[in-house]
């Protein structure tokens, strides 16, 4: 070493000590920061535990009092202290049915339409565009919901369903009863949109992943755009595509506030899609602050639970899926 | 005759075709038309009820006029005591995911689990933080909705940033260990200073996704109609009240619910069309 060379053994002593305890201290600092990581990590792992177990204790005097019939009793009175599920579940798979019925081939459209028909210079704005549909608060699509969309649907769309399915089988009871405006057709037409911009920005990113080669070979063999997209691009990005669909449905499953607004809650179970009910998110919405009794508290935070496990699935899935595709790209 | 038939089957697929390609143009204009819908209707009620008295009144009793102040102020100290205690915590966590274990089994755990939080209903987080602070301290309180807001920055902050340091080549870090920085320094010195910007999104879109969150406030916070940074009581807040406005059968209320939902609107919007254009100039 250079410094050895100049400066004698004397000073040398005094440097190399100094050296040392930087050193050591640069090396503390350096396991310090790395252990501060990991702490942040478990502290996320926590917090999903966390979540896991707070529901779960808050719901045993709920599942100590009715079991497992507590998810299939449609029954939900406050005043005899009797919960079940029921209505609830029903509401939330029905307006999340009813959303994705309209969302997914919208949405698929959509990024169809940006990824092969859309002009380039055109393609970032629109994808913006329709980004800033999934930026809109879900409060805001519920008290837009109710004063424009529910008045113009009891005015014009739900009289005219109910006229033109009156009498078809099967169809007239679908879409039976008064036009009340606000509803599950309502909720699910309103989450539809909610959940449309999350479909087509991985719709849009899988479209884009395909190799170029593929569609080029088939557009060589005289393949329509429309052919390419079915038969070429489609197949190649089916699992990615399940993926966001997945992960739009798990919105949907949990949206809260704009469902809380439209679908009127009301616990009871309807074959008519136009009849008021309600899902899970809006029953802990509407009732939890005014819930007195440790049972009614107890049935709303089971409801959480059951809602939790169902969008874990859910999403789960949906990660599963996408991993998939990011694999298969590799 | 063959020749008649190629060419009805051509036309077949031609007229397939533009179906096809017409229903795609459909569903474009149909997103945007919802966008320009809910923002039009959003302009046309709230910017009517937009005056100064909005900003400095509290939120008034029934039938009588007032303004947004204490829920406006409410949401803003929610959202920033949120911020304080998620940033730091889903910045570390990202670091350790991008940085120390890119392939270990404790770091895809967190990956998945993160994605879960993600996408996990807010309103599950307002029952968690009810159940494990709220009920414990027997009252609502302005520091149970901010954790509640905070819950939800986290998984944001870790996602952003973990994409953002996988950004940054790994050139850069290697040549900062080859002078012999400490991994700790290259992370603090160099990979954060590269990916800052990113970072940086993150957040802004973490703010974006809270200022708006109702349900998670709900039970925590609660609301509270006079004027209040007291942390430890209930508080009122933005989203919070335009729930509770909306709702009311009152017309001065249900004008400062259209009022607050433009503001918090073009609050929202503006904050993540701002972090979008932070990354896109890189």
């Not at chain 1, 009092?65 to 609830?88: K, Q, Y």
């Not at chain 2, 940085?99 to 770091?107: T, V």
Request: hydrophobic share 55%.
């Amino acid at each position: 070493m250079s410094e050895v060379a100049l400066n004698g053994v004397a000073e040398t002593t005094g440097a190399a000590a100094a050296r040392a305890t930087a050193l050591n201290r640069l090396r503390l600092s350096d396991i310090a920061f790395r252990e501060l990581t990991r702490i942040a990590v478990y502290a996320v792992l926590a917090l999903l535990s966390g979540v896991i177990l707070a529901l779960v204790i808050g719901s045993v005097p709920a599942l100590k009092a009715f079991g497992l019939s507590f998810v299939v009793t449609e029954v939900w009175n406050p005043v005899t202290e009797n919960f079940g599920a029921l209505a609830p579940i029903y509401g939330t798979l029905v307006t999340s049915a009813i959303a994705m019925v309209i969302a997914v081939p919208v949405g698929l459209l959509i990024a169809f339409f940006l990824t092969a028909l859309c002009p380039l210079w055109l393609r970032r704005p629109i994808a913006i565009a329709i980004e800033l549909l999934a930026g809109i608060p879900s409060i805001i699509y519920g008290i837009w919901g109710l004063f424009v969309f529910a008045p113009f649907l009891q005015k014009y769309v739900q009289p005219f369903l109910i006229d033109t399915f009156d009498g078809v089988p099967g169809l007239s009871s679908l879409f039976a009863g008064p036009p009340y405006g606000i509803g599950m057709l309502t909720a699910g037409f309103i989450l539809a949109i909610m959940v449309l911009p999350f479909i087509t920005a991985i719709s849009r990113d899988v479209f884009e992943a395909v190799p170029p080669v593929l569609k080029e070979a088939a557009y060589g063999l005289g393949c329509t755009t429309w052919e390419v997209f079915k038969h070429v691009v489609l197949p190649f990005t089916r699992v990615g595509v399940i993926g966001g669909v997945m992960l739009g449905l798990g919105r949907a499953l949990g949206e809260t506030m704009a469902v809380t607004f439209v679908i009127g809650n009301a616990h009871t179970v309807s074959s008519s899609i136009l009849a008021p009910g309600t899902t899970i998110s809006a029953s802990i919405a509407n009732e939890f602050t005014e819930a007195v009794g440790d049972l009614y508290t107890s049935s709303l935070i089971a409801l959480g639970l059951i809602l939790f496990v169902i969008t874990f699935i859910v999403l789960a899935i949906a990660r599963y899926m996408l991993l998939r595709l990011q694999q298969k790209g590799r | 005759m063959a020749d008649s038939r190629r060419n009805t089957l051509y036309a077949a697929r031609r007229l397939r075709n533009t179906v096809a390609t017409s229903l795609a143009y459909g569903a474009t204009a149909f997103g945007l038309g919802w966008l320009v819908l809910i923002l039009g209707v959003l302009l046309l009620h709230g910017f009517g009820g937009l005056s100064l008295s909005v900003f400095t009144e509290n939120t008034p009793p029934p039938g009588s006029a007032g303004g947004l102040l204490n829920a406006i102020a409410g949401s803003i100290v929610m959202t920033v005591l949120a911020v304080v205690i998620g940033t730091p915590i889903g910045i570390l966590a990202g670091t350790y995911l991008a940085e120390y274990g890119r392939h270990d089994k404790l770091a895809s755990i967190v990956r998945f689990i993160n994605d879960i939080l993600l996408s996990a209903p807010s309103i599950v987080i307002g029952l968690f933080i009810y159940e494990v602070m709220v009920a414990p301290m027997g009252h609502f309180s302005g520091y149970a909705g901010a954790v509640a807001l905070a819950v939800i920055v986290i998984p944001v902050v870790v996602r952003t940033t973990e994409d953002m340091l996988r950004l940054v080549p790994d050139t850069l870090r290697e040549a900062a260990a080859s002078i012999g920085l400490p991994r700790s320094h290259m992370i603090v010195r160099i990979a954060y200073r590269a990916a800052r910007a990113g970072i940086v999104t993150g957040i802004l879109l973490a703010i974006a996704r809270i200022s708006g969150e109702t349900a998670p406030l709900l039970f925590t916070a609660l609301n509270n109609q006079f004027w209040s940074l007291n942390m430890n009581a209930p508080m009122p807040s933005l989203p919070v009240v335009i729930f509770q406005f909306a709702l009311s059968p009152y017309e001065e209320w249900q004008s400062l619910a259209w009022t607050g939902a433009l503001l918090i609107t073009v609050t929202v919007l503006a904050l993540s069309i701002f972090a979008r254009t932070l990354t896109a100039r890189k």
